[in-house]
Each structure stands twice: as C-alpha cells, then as structure tokens.
C-alpha cells in the first residue's frame, strides 16, 4: 500500500516472513539456494509448509474463539459508554479490546510469546545491523547520515500497545489500521507507519504467534529479521526519500526485470498513451513496486550483514534463507508486490552479497545481472 497513502498515515503491508522452521534433512540436500533457490525453498518445504499451516490456523482459532469470549461483555460495556454517534470511537476500542483478548489468549498458550520482537537487545542488534548495511552501502554521506538517524528513531512495537498508547479518535485512517490486522488482530502482517512525525514498525498479533512456533531463539531471530528491516526499510523508501537516490537501482530493474512485474490500471494507462516509448512504461511499472523492492533490498542487505557478523555456515545460511522467505512461496504480484518468486528466486538469491557469501556460481542462474542500490553488478 506505499504508494496509496497520501496522509501522515503511511500504511504498508508486508507478505510477512515468519519462522518456518525446517529440518535441512527432509530437503533434497541436492537443492541448495544456490543451485536452485524456489526448488529449495519452496517446493522442498512443501508438506511442512502444509502441516505447519494446519497447526498454526488451528492456534489461532482456539486463539480467536477464547479471545471473542472474553471481548463480548467488555465490547458490551463500552457501547453502554460511548453513543452510537462515535462510531469512530467505538470502531477503535472494539479493536483494542479484541487485540488486548487475542494478546492475552495467545499469551497463555505460547511461552515467550512477544519476547521476540520486544526485547530490545533483539531490536537493537537489527537497528545495528541496519547501521552496517547503510554504511556499507554506496549511498554518499549525508544520505547514509540521514538514513541511520530515521532508523535510529524508529519504534518498533506490538499492534496492541500502539493502539493503546495513540489516540485516534476521528482520525479516519484508523480504519485502515484496524485493517491492517485483521478486525480480529489475526492476520499474519507487519507493516511500517508513520503517526504524528512517530515512525513505527508494529507487528500483528497474528504474525507472532505464527513466529512463536519455532524452536530456538535464534531460530525466532533469523526469522524476524528479513521482516523487521524490511519494514524498517520502508521508512528511508523512495516515497520517503524521493526516486532519485534509488535512481541506478530502480533503473537497473526496469531495464532488467520489468517484464516480471505486473501492470496496476494506471500503468496500463500510462504504457497506453506512451506505447512509442517502452522504456519509459518499464520505468513506470518498476517505479510502482519500488517500495517494496527498496524494502526488500534493504532486508537483503541486512541478512548479509547478519550471516558475516555471526559467520554462520553456508548450511546454516542456506537454512536461514529458507526459513525466512518461504512465506513468501506462491505470493502473486498485484502491482505493489512483486512476485514471490522474482523476491526469492531473482532478487534475493542474486544479490551479490548473498551469492557472495554462499560462493554461488555464476551459471547457476539465469544471465540478467543482479540490481543493487549501486546499479547493475555482475552476479
Ligand atoms: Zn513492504
């Protein structure tokens, strides 16, 4: 949704990435990301990915029936107190009760249940890392000043706690909030916001209980990871910064990759009237998935950071990868977004630092080059 806001209220959706935790025995071990990056994540984890659905969705009915329970008669009593006039008012605490319920539901059944995102040693140690990838980065500067100073401000929360702490009251855009959950809290997101000059990344009920489901807390680390700074990276985006910055990366994948995004109608408009000018339809259609595709490469470039500062093994990096962009499997692109598998397959499994740091060879992917910020580089 980064391109839609037009409001302080900057509201993007995230595919979220969360932990699937998958044993390296049940994959072919011929299948690495190297050699064939959706083969491995993808379809290797196919029946686990299933299972694993099967359990999670059963958690969060039980999470979800408990939860409405308990928020009836507290739903009951603030109607008796807010006239029915304040429809906004009442829309806002009906959410915050059903989120507090869920919260307080899911508690009881998952130890360490929020641990995960709000310990700040864990939010710290990506802000860091977030630093690492910025300074390493071709960006000049001033740019990468500006960039760790908005980092450094963001705050990164549960759902619930936000809607606690801010008052929304009248504020239409609420509703969109309210959606970006789920009415009950439970849909499996994380999304980067900006209220009153606050930057936030906040993170779903619904996206940490399917993140609590794995085993180690390192496991539940590398699995947030890609998700945080993806979400991190939206704050220091194009529509924050302005194309410019982002100019040899996004020109890079407009000459590249265009033909693996999808139209919105206003592209095909606009591809319409130019039809004498392609490039420019390519550079409007990759310029619609700039968001996300900024976001995406700012969490790549913060794994990489990740797996050098803790020198994990390539297997180990190849099981991190797995974990944390297997969400994304099957994803389609609806003009924002784009595919899971240009996200796994090209633009993660290409990026130069990943390919790199796995020693992945050249001819294991197809001949278009890689697009990082700095422009076009060889695989
Ligand atoms: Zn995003």
């Given at each position: 949704?980064?391109?839609?806001?037009?409001?302080?209220?900057?509201?993007?959706?995230?595919?979220?990435?969360?932990?699937?935790?998958?044993?390296a025995?049940?994959?072919?071990?011929?299948?690495?990301?190297?050699?064939?990056?959706?083969?491995?994540?993808?379809?290797?984890?196919?029946?686990?990915?299933?299972?694993?659905?099967?359990?999670?969705?059963?958690?969060?009915?039980e999470?979800?029936?408990?939860?409405?329970?308990?928020?009836?008669?507290?739903?009951?009593?603030m109607?008796?107190?807010?006239?029915?006039?304040?429809?906004?008012?009442?829309?806002?605490?009906?959410?915050?009760?059903?989120?507090?319920?869920?919260m307080?539901?899911?508690?009881?059944?998952?130890?360490?249940?929020?641990?995960?995102?709000?310990?700040?040693?864990?939010?710290?140690?990506?802000?860091?890392?977030?630093?690492?990838?910025?300074?390493?980065?071709?960006?000049?500067?001033?740019?990468k000043?500006?960039?760790?100073?908005?980092?450094?401000?963001?705050?990164?929360?549960?759902?619930?706690?936000?809607l606690?702490?801010?008052?929304?009251?009248?504020?239409?855009?609420?509703?969109?909030?309210?959606?970006?959950?789920?009415?009950?809290g439970?849909?499996?997101?994380?999304?980067?916001?900006?209220?009153?000059?606050?930057?936030?990344?906040?993170?779903?009920?619904?996206?940490?209980?399917?993140?609590?489901?794995?085993?180690?807390?390192?496991?539940?680390?590398?699995?947030?990871?890609?998700?945080?700074?993806?979400?991190?990276?939206?704050?220091i985006?194009?529509?924050?910064?302005?194309n410019?910055?982002?100019?040899?990366y996004?020109?890079?994948?407009a000459?590249?990759?265009?033909?693996?995004?999808?139209?919105?109608?206003?592209?095909?408009?606009?591809?319409?009237?130019?039809?004498?000018?392609?490039?420019?339809c390519?550079?409007?259609?990759?310029?619609?998935?700039?968001?996300?595709?900024?976001?995406?490469?700012?969490?790549?470039?913060?794994?990489?950071?990740?797996?050098?500062?803790?020198?994990?093994?390539?297997?180990?990096?190849?099981?991190?990868?797995?974990?944390?962009?297997?969400?994304?499997?099957?994803?389609?692109?609806e003009?924002?977004?784009?595919?899971?598998?240009?996200?796994?397959?090209?633009?993660?499994?290409?990026?130069?630092?990943?390919?790199?740091?796995?020693s992945?060879?050249?001819?294991?992917?197809?001949?278009?080059?890689?697009?990082?910020?700095?422009?076009?580089?060889a695989?």
């Open positions: 949704m980064s391109f839609k806001h037009k409001n302080v209220l900057a509201v993007c959706t995230l595919a979220t990435l969360a932990t699937i935790s998958f044993s025995a049940a994959a072919d071990s011929r299948d690495s990301v190297c050699s064939n990056p959706l083969q491995r994540i993808c379809n290797d984890t196919l029946a686990q990915r299933k299972e694993r659905d099967v359990y999670v969705s059963k958690l969060k009915n999470i979800a029936q408990e939860a409405g329970i308990n928020a009836a008669p507290r739903i009951d009593q109607r008796k107190k807010i006239r029915p006039y304040r429809f906004i008012k009442r829309f806002l605490e009906t959410t915050k009760i059903r989120n507090q319920e869920i307080s539901s899911a508690k009881k059944r998952i130890s360490g249940f929020e641990e995960v995102v709000t310990n700040p040693e864990n939010v710290n140690k990506i802000k860091n890392y977030m630093y690492q990838a910025i300074d390493t980065s071709t960006f000049d500067l001033t740019t000043e500006k960039f760790k100073n908005v980092i450094q401000t963001i705050v990164v929360g549960n759902f619930s706690d936000f606690e702490k801010s008052d929304l009251e009248n504020n239409v855009l609420a509703q969109m909030l309210g959606n970006a959950c789920g009415s009950d439970l849909i499996d997101n994380a999304f980067a916001t900006t209220l009153k000059g606050e930057r936030y990344v906040l993170i779903c009920p619904g996206f940490l209980i399917t993140l609590n489901q794995a085993a180690s807390a390192s496991d539940r680390f590398n699995s947030i990871l890609q998700a945080i700074s993806h979400e991190m990276g939206h704050h985006d194009n529509s924050k910064v302005g410019e910055l982002y100019a040899p996004l020109s890079c994948l000459k590249n990759y265009s033909d693996r995004f999808t139209k919105t109608k206003e592209d095909e408009k606009f591809c319409k009237a130019n039809a004498k000018d392609p490039v420019k390519n550079v409007q259609v990759a310029l619609s998935h700039a968001g996300e595709l900024i976001a995406d490469q700012w969490g790549i470039r913060t794994t990489v950071v990740h797996v050098s500062s803790e020198a994990l093994s390539s297997a180990d990096t190849d099981q991190m990868l797995t974990d944390s962009w297997a969400k994304l499997c099957g994803t389609g692109d003009g924002i977004h784009p595919t899971g598998d240009f996200r796994i397959g090209s633009l993660m499994r290409k990026n130069p630092g990943i390919s790199g740091y796995l992945c060879l050249s001819t294991e992917t197809d001949a278009k080059p890689a697009c990082t910020f700095a422009g076009e580089s695989m």
